[in-house]
């Protein structure tokens, strides 16, 4: 099975889209994951390069974010209706996947049945992958709850960031592991980032204190590769996902990161080719 590593453009948005493009290449990542609401010259300026890119490089990747916006009482109909305004753009520029960014925590399971049930209908009526993210705030932000989602929609894919989990149940889910084995088989995306039972981030994942957490994370991401090579899969995507301010930790009052965003991201990408490679 083909292992391809994405490179995330959050954090880097103060660079160019031609310039990062050619900066990722230089890393040694395989794609891109971009965030291209609303759709600007930004946008434009990707899909041109990218579309150079392709030309030599079939190969590469990029997957698009979709997020809302929610107002101040948030209802599920305003939910549905902005998200699907956000799927019909970012369809019509043919990402190899949309990660999505679906329901609310606070919304009820049939609630947010519906907008699940919304996304999945558009993604087959326009032949697009939705994916799901595992996130706080989302119909996804917890390993148990998650279950009754995954049982009502079992075709459902997701996009796995598990940092997420061990922060909502403050604990790296030593007691959850039957659970988490009941998701790995919807996972079809990883985002590669080490969280702790505080935050989704731990500050540096180099530092000799995180490699604990370091080796628990890769634990989770090897046994979600190993049943998609046994269900046949020919290729699957990593994205290490550290991220910038308010992810990663700063200084009190100078606000200095604790670590490089960028380099914590290479440090993945390494680490994850050296445990894993390209092909598994």
């Not at 391809?4 to 990722?24: M, R, T």
């Not at 040694?28 to 609401?37: P, R």
């Not at 679906?102 to 558009?122: H, K, V, W």
């Not at 939705?130 to 079992?154: D, M, N, W």
Request: charged share 20%; with cysteine; aromatic share 14%.
């Amino acid at each position: 099975m083909k292992i391809k590593y994405g490179c995330p453009y959050w954090g880097s948005n103060h660079i160019a889209p031609q310039d990062f493009l050619q900066k990722v290449m230089d890393s040694g990542y395989q794609g891109v994951e971009l965030f291209l609401q609303p759709q600007d010259e930004t946008t434009d300026l990707f899909l041109q390069s990218i579309s150079k890119i392709k030309e030599y490089n079939p190969d590469f990747f990029f997957v698009l974010l979709q997020l809302t916006f929610p107002d101040k009482n948030e209802k599920i109909e305003s939910h549905i209706s902005q998200m699907q305004k956000n799927l019909e753009r970012l369809a019509r520029l043919n990402p190899f996947f949309i990660n999505s960014h679906t329901g609310r925590d606070f919304f009820s399971f049939d609630d947010n049945c519906r907008a699940i049930e919304a996304a999945m209908n558009f993604g087959a009526k326009n032949n697009v992958r939705i994916l799901h993210e595992t996130h706080r705030g989302r119909f996804s932000f917890h390993a148990a709850t998650l279950l009754q989602y995954l049982k009502r929609f079992p075709e459902m894919e997701l996009v796995g960031d598990f940092s997420h989990f061990c922060t909502v149940s403050e604990s790296m889910l030593s007691d959850q592991q039957e659970i988490m084995h009941q998701i790995f088989p919807h996972v079809s995306h990883i985002h590669a980032r080490v969280g702790f039972e505080q935050s989704p981030q731990v500050n540096d994942p180099s530092a000799p204190e995180w490699k604990d957490y370091v080796q628990q994370f890769l634990t989770w991401w090897k046994s979600v590769l190993i049943l998609k090579k046994k269900a046949g899969n020919p290729m699957f995507t990593i994205t290490p996902e550290f991220g910038p301010e308010p992810y990663m930790p700063v200084t009190p009052f100078s606000k200095i990161p604790l670590s490089d965003q960028w380099n914590n991201n290479l440090f993945m990408l390494k680490m994850l080719n050296d445990a894993i490679g390209m092909d598994y």
